[in-house]
């Protein structure tokens, strides 16, 4: 009895000492901090990493450095305990902490802390589905963390975590290759800073994107990467995502016993870590793989178990991954009526995600290119300037000379002053093409977004993205070659095909837009000046056909009528010029049209290094009834 005793006097003692280091430790690590005050976040890191997960301690720490005034310690702390309500899908708390934690950055005028609040921010109303506010708060963190020359350890991890959150905005909006570049340039930040956990959650955002565009082994393969970095690291949160994404792809090469093997080990591991949203999706995996082999009781206690833990939390994407499954198993079991219910609450939450996604994203480019466009308009109002200023100075020195040619040599100063006048008319042209080159991208780019737009209000998403995707494309190319004196044909007329492609979406898609090309052409070695037929197809379409009722086709045609020339005809079947100009002096405002001559001053400077002249005519097209029936532009330009 007294050796029991004896043992319990022992056990206590040593239990009570070790409880009393830690306190000890605690206690040190607070009073060593304020003393030191570091103000980065891997300066205070290095003294409350230990703590990081424990809430008790985090809160004690918060309201200790509120009290002493330590404001970047107290921003670290609270968006360390956003963290973890986050991480236990108790996301309003976390939006509140959050919060409180970027007006505590504020205050303390410390950019980096208020960086990783917006980026936290971000994060948060991601988890819950509101992609608009999170695409604008992880937009605003990049803004700020870029304005920095030379940024801090800290921002270069935060300006990878908004590239990351930017990247999931677009993987939810379904533009997997913008999604994949994003994730690419955090990893590439990750690596520059050794940063195992960004990588696994790259790798595994990457696999994501893989898996939507349907390559699942490749998928596979980055999800397996992740779950080896989450290993070596021990992040249980990781490993649990990984895991379970590849469970995922087992069902999907059609080995659900394998999933379910994973599956179960996976369940209890997330159930002890609490995390709702990953709870829900374990359920939901689980009941899939069962309903895949048959085991249809399972298979739908654990979908709508599943089901009502995203019910409780509203947790949008997964209700809506909860009903497809469910009506993919009521399918299964031949109950056609109640499959159908479940699709019709699956599409319901899945469009409605959808629509906030695609108008967001439109507006997100809208809002992108008007900023350019003021811009570029703030540029053409300088170099407009510039060319005033010439301009006084090319009169002044007229004066000048003929001040001076009465006192002097008339003709040598004649001389000098032609060569002067020359050289300012030259400055003037080229100021001028800059001047075409900054409005046109702009005014372009705005009013083909805004024709997009019809297709969102009118609910047309797959439209929108097939149109968006050859839009981001054209304007790639506009971009490209805005720089440019020279493009080849080839890629002119790939240019073309985008920008017809586009305008076509306000005639309904009711023009039949033809190109025709002499097969013994070699397009890719002739020379021309970057979007120089563009102003010809916009006549055609704004002044020919859209007036015009019945059939509407455009026809583009390329032929070499000689050895030194390539010629390009465009011709419309549209009401013809004379009808055009009577409708254009009946409206009540008047815009006088510059494309063309400005074209015609772009192909003069284009040409002025060969021997032989561009020519364009314009020739009216009549029927056997010498009625209208279209206009053709005939566009010679030499070849070298």
């Not at 009711?510 to 002739?526: A, F, G, H």
Request: charged fraction near 25%; include cysteine.
């Amino acid at each position: 009895m007294p050796k029991i005793l004896l043992f319990f006097i022992c056990f206590f003692f040593f239990t009570a000492t070790n409880a009393q280091k830690k306190k000890i430790d605690f206690s040190t690590q607070i009073d060593s901090i304020l003393k030191k005050r570091p103000t980065t976040y891997k300066s205070i890191n290095f003294y409350l990493r230990p703590f990081r997960r424990d809430t008790a301690k985090l809160k004690t720490l918060a309201n200790k450095f509120e009290k002493s005034n330590y404001l970047d310690g107290k921003a670290y702390v609270e968006n360390l305990l956003g963290i973890q309500y986050r991480n236990y899908s108790l996301y309003p708390k976390a939006i509140t902490v959050h919060t409180s934690a970027l007006k505590t950055a504020q205050k303390a005028n410390s950019i980096e802390f208020e960086v990783f609040s917006l980026n936290m921010l971000g994060v948060d109303y991601r988890k819950m589905d509101a992609n608009r506010t999170a695409l604008d708060y992880n937009h605003e963190a990049l803004k700020l963390a870029e304005t920095v020359a030379k940024p801090s350890l800290g921002l270069r991890r935060s300006i990878a975590v908004s590239l990351n959150s930017m990247g999931n905005i677009y993987l939810l909006l379904k533009q997997y290759d913008l999604a994949i570049e994003r994730f690419k340039k955090s990893q590439e930040i990750e690596k520059s800073i050794n940063n195992e956990l960004g990588l696994a959650i790259n790798y595994q955002n990457i696999g994501y994107a893989k898996d939507a565009q349907g390559k699942t082994e490749e998928a596979l393969g980055y999800f397996e990467k992740s779950l080896a970095i989450n290993n070596k690291i021990n992040n249980t949160f990781g490993q649990i995502i990984c895991k379970s994404s590849i469970a995922n792809m087992y069902i999907k090469q059609g080995n659900p016993n394998k999933a379910i093997a994973l599956l179960k080990v996976n369940l209890v591991t997330a159930e002890k870590l609490g995390n709702k949203k990953y709870l829900s999706y374990e359920y939901l995996n689980l009941g899939w793989a069962q309903s895949k082999l048959g085991l249809y009781l399972e298979a739908e206690k654990n979908l709508n178990i599943g089901l009502n833990i995203a019910k409780k939390y509203d947790l949008s994407s997964s209700l809506s991954y909860a009903y497809s499954h469910l009506s993919e198993l009521y399918e299964s079991k031949n109950d056609h009526e109640t499959a159908l219910k479940f699709y019709k609450l699956s599409d319901e939450f899945e469009k409605k995600i959808s629509n906030e996604r695609t108008i967001q994203y439109v507006n997100d480019l809208i809002i992108k290119y008007d900023s350019e466009r003021q811009n570029n308009e703030i540029k053409n109002l300088a170099k407009q300037n510039e060319i005033a200023q010439l301009q006084l100075v090319k009169n002044r020195n007229i004066w000048v000379i003929v001040l001076v040619s009465f006192i002097s040599v008339i003709s040598l100063l004649y001389f000098l002053y032609r060569q002067r006048l020359l050289k300012n008319q030259k400055r003037i042209l080229t100021l001028e093409q800059d001047v075409l080159r900054t409005q046109m991208n702009p005014h372009f780019i705005f009013n083909a977004l805004n024709s997009i737009k019809h297709y969102i209000i009118n609910n047309e998403q797959k439209n929108a993205v097939h149109y968006l995707n050859k839009f981001s494309k054209l304007v790639r190319k506009i971009l490209e070659s805005s720089t440019l004196k020279e493009v080849s044909l080839q890629e002119e007329l790939e240019t073309m095909d985008l920008y017809m492609n586009i305008e076509n979406i306000r005639f309904s898609n009711e023009i039949d837009y033809v190109i025709n090309v002499d097969e013994s052409l070699d397009l890719s070695k002739i020379k021309v000046p970057p979007l120089v037929l563009q102003p010809f197809l916009e006549n055609a379409l704004w002044h020919g056909l859209s007036s015009k009722k019945g059939n509407k086709k455009i026809t583009l045609s390329v032929f070499k009528p000689s050895k030194d020339f390539i010629q390009i005809d465009i011709e419309d079947n549209g009401i013809g010029r004379t009808a055009s100009a009577k409708i254009k002096s009946e409206k009540v405002i008047n815009r006088k049209s510059i494309g063309i001559n400005l074209t015609k001053e772009r192909l003069q400077n284009f040409i002025k290094d060969f021997q032989n002249p561009f020519s364009l005519i314009f020739n009216d097209l009549f029927d056997d009834e010498k009625k209208p029936k279209g206009t053709k532009v005939a566009l010679k330009i030499p070849i070298s």
